[in-house]
């Protein structure tokens, strides 16, 4: 039988807010430092660790997927965290050994290159490895070993590798297309919810009251004014996710089977990669990252059920290391593969 994980097992390295003056200000070339970046739909996360990733230190801001914030606005915010985590270390970009940037909205080869050229001409920075943040997200989640990450924030996506190397990826298409399971989604669903129940169509939910007091509006009939509106943004709509988390909490089964149904669509996304990647028989690790996953077992229960059909001895918990941190991983790790090369 699949089990729930609540922790674990390594921790991950402690911040470095506070970093002692002698790290501040030291100026040398025998230590290789290493820059992590993980930009999602929603926030952009910078960190510098040493080799042994403890964090030096770290910087926020906001969303850096091109295909939501747009492509100047993007490279701006993770200039932004990047600035702020040089300085709380005490480093200058010119002392980073290696730079990792994972980047959600960047599977495309145009979107990718668009982005890489930005931020090398942005940052400076010749060793600059571009990848998605569903690569960083499986570096970090499973520490090198066989398994899948799923993620499922603004937007969702399942990545995974198995011990050949190979690796698989499931959704991650976008919010028109795509994206089962995710915030949006999630949110999308509510608001029909409510049109539905507004009509008489279906059940009265709770959902009704709060999401119009969340938008400012007194009834469900003046929705179509604020979601149809040019300026909504999918994550200005992937937010109104936590409203169903709270509404499940509070006994709402409208909201219970929305969040139900997502782990089942999530459980598909991680079967997916399973299959193409045959696990099926194999003990591994799905480590499920993002703000869905606050919902826990609303969500978790319909996931388990659909991986236990295919894959009983996986393993369902948390990542063993946060996405910024894998990045940085794939950062040293890039380094190693140069030096190895030249020898």
Not at 170 to 193: Q, V
Request: glycine share 10%; aromatic share 4%; with cysteine.
């Amino acid at each position: 039988m699949s089990k729930i994980l609540t922790h674990p097992t390594p921790q991950a390295p402690r911040t470095g807010r506070a970093v002692p003056t002698a790290v501040k200000t030291f100026a040398r070339t025998d230590r290789q430092y290493f820059l992590g970046i993980d930009g999602g739909g929603t926030k952009t996360h910078a960190i510098i660790t040493d080799a042994s990733y403890q964090i030096l230190g770290e910087g926020f801001s906001g969303a850096s997927n091109p295909l939501r914030a747009g492509l100047d606005e993007a490279v701006s915010h993770i200039q932004e965290a990047v600035a702020e985590a040089a300085a709380a270390a005490g480093l200058t970009l010119d002392q980073i050994t290696s730079v990792c940037a994972a980047i959600a909205g960047v599977n495309h080869t145009i979107h990718y290159h668009t982005m890489k050229d930005a931020l090398d001409r942005a940052l400076g920075l010749d060793t600059l490895e571009l990848v998605t943040d569903a690569r960083a997200a499986l570096e970090g989640a499973l520490d090198g070993r066989a398994g899948v990450v799923l993620i499922a924030g603004t937007g969702s996506i399942a990545m995974g590798i198995n011990s050949k190397g190979e690796m698989a990826r499931s959704g991650g298409w976008g919010p028109t297309i795509s994206d089962e399971g995710s915030g949006y989604d999630i949110a999308r669903r509510a608001l029909k919810a409510v049109i539905s129940s507004f009509d008489g169509r279906s059940p009265e939910t709770s959902l009704t009251e709060i999401i119009c007091k969340r938008l400012g509006i007194s009834n469900p009939s003046d929705l179509p004014g604020v979601i149809y509106n040019s300026d909504s943004e999918p994550v200005e709509i992937a937010s109104l996710a936590e409203l169903v988390a709270e509404a499940a909490r509070n006994g709402d089964e409208v909201a219970r089977e929305i969040l139900a149904e997502a782990g089942r669509e999530l459980g598909q996304l991680a079967v997916s990669v399973i299959e193409r990647l045959e696990l099926q028989a194999e003990s591994f690790r799905i480590a499920c990252v993002g703000s869905v996953f606050k919902s826990g077992e609303f969500v978790l229960k319909g996931l388990r059920a659909a991986v236990e059909r295919v894959a009983p001895r996986a393993e369902i918990g948390p990542p063993l290391f946060p996405p910024e941190i894998g990045a940085a991983k794939l950062a040293q790790k890039r380094i190693r593969e140069i030096e190895t090369s030249r020898q």
